[in-house]
């Protein structure tokens, strides 16, 4: 089994979290003193990285580590700067970013997502790297803003960093399990356009308001329909067509009958449900009577469905079951990931495994039990092994 610092990774990860890397300009937030820091300790290793501008204080940082063992694949490691807001403080027993560890767990935002699984990508290739010479490379990477557009990912894939890679493992929290199927997820933006009026007079408009009523009764018939349709998935579950905004008129001036009404949908899909089709119905589904109604597509991930014979997922599960002595358990991510943007847009196989608990994202007192980050980065150390090596 290929020795990993299990006290080094636990401290990088402290060092992470205590950094507060949301995106919130307003508070002069970033992801880049968290990239630096990654960057610091690629550099004290050896490693050459290369830091991408995504975004103003945004970057993605790539370290590309040959093995020296002469031609092999190329693994990808993957991780996500970015952490989610620490919300209301009032809520948490403990400092948000103070990496503070107790009860054998390390506390904090960003702790299970996923700052520990971007440390452990890092410390298990700088493992198998002093472990020896070994077939092909590793692409280490962490990325900016996969908890908002997914810039980070698109650009990676855009500046053409994802075609020579092989396969990709992605280090979000999944409490264990082997993830190689993912949900889509499709966000729509419907404008019910009518004709203002006053109140009083609602002959001389078009009140757009009851038709944001029926629509929303339509894309619950919708949803009927796609769950018929498509039965549920052992891993990912239903399709879900959920309204999330409603927005029209001002409550300054209720007499006033709105102009424009705008209903905001998160569709969410398992493998064989088709995007279009249903950015099609809802745009059928809307407007009439004189509203006219637009739709627009403000998030198209399609759902991810990668063999589990696929050589990257065989690699991590003949890996887990190595190092922990179980047999692996799969499951799926109920949400999207980089691995979305690189499997669907760069063509590569990904897999989603890492240490944290399946929930507990976006949570107050979000926490990664120490022995999982440790676990995690032997896993991820025999894993690239056997990847590279083509024994799995």
């Given at each position: 089994m290929i020795d990993v610092d299990a006290d080094g990774v636990v401290a990088f990860t402290q060092a992470l979290v205590r950094i507060p890397s949301t995106n919130d300009p307003a508070r002069?937030?970033?992801?880049?003193?968290?990239?630096?820091?990654?960057?610091?300790?690629?550099?004290?290793?050896?490693?050459d990285p290369v830091v991408y501008e995504v975004e103003p204080g945004r970057p993605n940082v790539v370290a590309v580590v040959e093995g020296g063992g002469g031609d092999g694949p190329t693994l990808m490691f993957e991780g996500h700067t970015d952490v989610v807001t620490e919300g209301d403080l009032?809520?948490?027993?403990?400092?948000?970013?103070?990496?503070?560890?107790?009860?054998?767990?390390l506390w904090g935002r960003g702790s299970a997502d996923m700052k520990s699984g971007l440390a452990a990508t890092l410390?298990?290739?700088?493992?198998?790297?002093?472990?020896?010479p070994f077939p092909g490379r590793i692409k280490v990477c962490a990325l900016a803003d996969e908890e908002g557009l997914m810039i980070g990912a698109h650009h990676f894939v855009a500046e053409g960093l994802a075609a020579d890679v092989d396969g990709a493992i992605v280090a979000e929290p999944e409490a264990g399990e082997i993830c190689a199927v993912a949900k889509g997820a499709l966000r729509l933006?419907?404008?019910l356009t009518g004709k203002m009026a006053h109140g009083a007079m609602p002959q001389h408009g078009r009140n757009p308001v009851?038709?944001?009523?029926?629509?929303?009764?339509?894309?619950?018939?919708?949803?009927?329909?796609?769950?018929?349709?498509?039965?549920?998935?052992?891993h990912l579950g239903a399709v879900y067509v959920t309204p999330t905004v409603?927005?029209?008129g001002s409550e300054e001036q209720v007499n006033v009958i709105p102009a424009v009404a705008s209903v905001f949908v998160d569709v969410r899909t398992i493998p064989g449900v088709d995007h279009?089709?249903?950015?099609?119905?809802?745009?059928?589904?809307?407007?009439?009577?004189?509203?006219?109604a637009e739709v627009a597509v403000l998030v198209d991930r399609p759902p991810v469905d990668v063999p589990v014979t696929d050589p990257v997922v065989a690699a991590l599960a003949a890996a887990h079951r190595a190092v922990t002595g179980e047999e692996p358990v799969y499951g799926g991510v109920p949400g999207s990931t980089d691995g979305t943007v690189l499997t669907h847009w760069g063509g590569v196989p990904s897999v989603v495994y890492g240490p944290g608990g399946k929930w507990i994202a976006h949570q107050s007192d979000e926490y990664v039990e120490?022995?999982?980050?440790?676990?995690?980065?032997r896993v991820f150390a025999e894993a690239a092994h056997r990847f590279l090596n083509g024994t799995h």
């Open positions: 002069g937030r970033a992801e880049r003193p968290a990239a630096e820091l990654v960057e610091a300790k690629m550099r004290e290793w050896g490693w009032s809520t948490w027993t403990v400092d948000p970013f103070g990496g503070e560890i107790r009860d054998g767990k410390y298990a290739t700088r493992a198998l790297q002093q472990a020896g933006r419907v404008d009851p038709a944001a009523g029926a629509l929303l009764a339509g894309l619950a018939a919708l949803q009927d329909e796609l769950q018929k349709r498509h039965p549920a998935h052992e409603l927005r029209a279009q089709e249903i950015a099609g119905r809802v745009a059928a589904l809307a407007g009439g009577d004189g509203i006219t120490i022995a999982e980050i440790v676990r995690c980065t």
